[in-house]
């Protein structure tokens, strides 16, 4: 190969700058987070001096994180203190997205269970930890390790979108949820469900391009919700399948019905037997 080449890889990554986060660091730093504060593997994890103590080593990881993208050490230590101060009220937030995945799926037999084997969840508190950084304006990091998240569980979280208390996933493949979309509390959203932009300008980058859902509503799968000025008012059902552009009042419900045929399959005429 020509010398050309290699200079060219050479001009590109100096246009990009030196300012990108390690991202499989950052998907280590995420995973380690939830492991210290959710998953209980030896008797050590439930020490309270042990704990304090790998939040301290996470500490430190944080703020190698963030100085690529800060350039100052002493933004990163600033930066890193003030993501730890909110770690507490972020922790209790999100057991409360493991009791409403817990009460919503009668097949949990217990929270232990959704902490461990529920990728509902780790796509939920990923979010909430990629949403603080962003609501710190850190940039990069935060949707690095919403993009982690994506690749561990198929749920598409933006990490700048608003998500209120006590917010249950069920099943979950398959789930976007955009950058500007404000979902309230007691929400409950099923496999397959958009919660996306009506137009993708990117001009309008900076407007509220997703759908607002209130308190107290459910999606079933495969639901698409879209634009800025559409609003699920609160305690809405929105059916399966469903495509809505346009604000739902509250107590709605809202449903798609399609004509089913059930006929006998010896006089059934056409082909069935389907390959894809």
Known sequence: MENSFYQSIVNFKKQQGCSLPDASRARRFVRRLFEVLFICKNESDNNAFEIQSQLKKLERQLQLLLFPVLHSEEASTQQTAQFFDALPALYQKI??????????????????????????FFAIASHRIAHQLCRQKIPLLPRIISEYAHSKTGIDIHPGATIGESFAIDHGTGIVIGETTNIGNHVKIFQGVTLGALSVQKDLASEKRHPTIQDNVVIYSNATILGGETVVGHDSVIGGNVWLTKAVQPFSIVYQQDDVSIQDKKSFTEPYNYFI
């Open 95 to 120: 057991l409360l997205d493991a009791d409403a995945i817990f009460n919503a799926d009668p097949a949990a037999k217990t929270v232990g269970e959704v902490l461990v084997a529920y990728p509902g």
